[in-house]
């Protein structure tokens, strides 16, 4: 069979990705590892930023997002027993929206599959693609229903498959760069079933280690503990979670939290890497394919939305005028963002980690970046402005 475009991976890049290409009549067709319900019940990210939204609601894929999300207009630094709230919305006019990962690609899903009558292949195996160098490249896998190998013809693969993927592979090495950096701790990512301890995303900075506190829904709340890399998530009993979480965000004044069963325990090996270029031949990748960033600063699902809809618009300048000038540009325009983030979550990571990494340079350091964040207006801005990422084009 044939198509334009062959999607890799059904998460937040992939379903943008498809969903502007049907809008714009451009065949497609995604090829999905997981079932349908699994990627709809995958816990992960939690925060849109409001260019994100907004862009999502220029293509018509925010109708529930609108509806249902909540909306976030400051954080809350402890450190040292002390509350300290920083207004980004007042600094940057910028808001951050709370909506479920989970629960976007099911919207994404259902609008791309159910209302524009898209086609997903869930449940496929061994997925492959063949002469990325030419101008007819195609896309083999092994279908769950019947155990044969099927090959789509194409003019373009996007690989949206995320950081465990096979897409990246596929760009010849001699042509790659992957620059990585590895923060050197571990984060235990936790999802407890109790509802949020405070009316906004919390950062503890302590000497224990880092702690964070976000909202999911009313119901369900992320948590993170600064932890050694390779940390066995059986070293934490639900006990040691919350007395630990206690201590690291203590602060005069702040709620007590409301605690429940926790849902989700991972270690995370905290580490960031950047593709270059993203595109190779008619392979371009998308999302954490191409980028990972740790979950310092709630970047990642913003990201994938961000080249998603670069990529959809250069596929469709190319298939309705044979413009080919915004794949040509695709890597670069979707870097400059990418890196400005990397840069963004390295200097917060410093922030979160230095006072616990045992050297007091590193501490002092951390500390003096806080104050001055909190304190200066002009620092308070350039905080805000990545932060919230609205405008990056530098
Ligand atoms: P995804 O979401 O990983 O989707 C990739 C899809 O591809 C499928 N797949 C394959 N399909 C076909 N063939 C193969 N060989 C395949 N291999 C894999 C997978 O099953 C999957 O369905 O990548 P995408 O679309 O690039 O989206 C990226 C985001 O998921 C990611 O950046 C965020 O989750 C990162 N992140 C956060 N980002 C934010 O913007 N805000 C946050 O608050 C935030 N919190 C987080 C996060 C990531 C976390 N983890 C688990 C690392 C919190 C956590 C704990």
Redesign the pocket.
Known sequence: RRTRVVV?????????LANVLRAASVDCLV????SRR??EQ????????EW?VRALEERGLADRLLEHAGVHTECEFRVAGERHRFPYTEVSGQRHYVYP?PVL?TDLVREYADVRGGEIRFG????DAEGIDTDRPSVT?TDPSTGGRVRVACDFVAG????????QGWMPAAHTTVARHDFGVG?L?LLAEAPPSSDCVVFGIHPRGFAGH?ARSPQVT?Y?LECPPDDDPGNWPDGRVWSELRTRLSADGARPLTEGPLI?K?V?NMHNYVVEPMSYGRLHL?????H????I?????????H??LLLADALVAHAGKGDGSGLAGYSEACLRRVWQYQEFSQWLAEVYHGTSSGDPFRAGVALARLRRTLASPAAAAGFAELFLGKDTDF
């Open positions: 890799v991976g059904a998460g937040p890049a992939g379903l943008t090829l999905e590892t997981e699994f990627v995958r816990p992960r990210a939690g925060f849109l930023e994100a990962q690609v496929v195996r061994d997925v896998y949206c498959d995320g950081a465990r993927g096979v897409s984060w990512a976000m992320r993170y989700e991972r995370l998308a999302g954490d394919a191409a990972l960033l740790a979950p600063g709630a970047k990642g699902m913003n990201l994938a939305i080249d998603a």
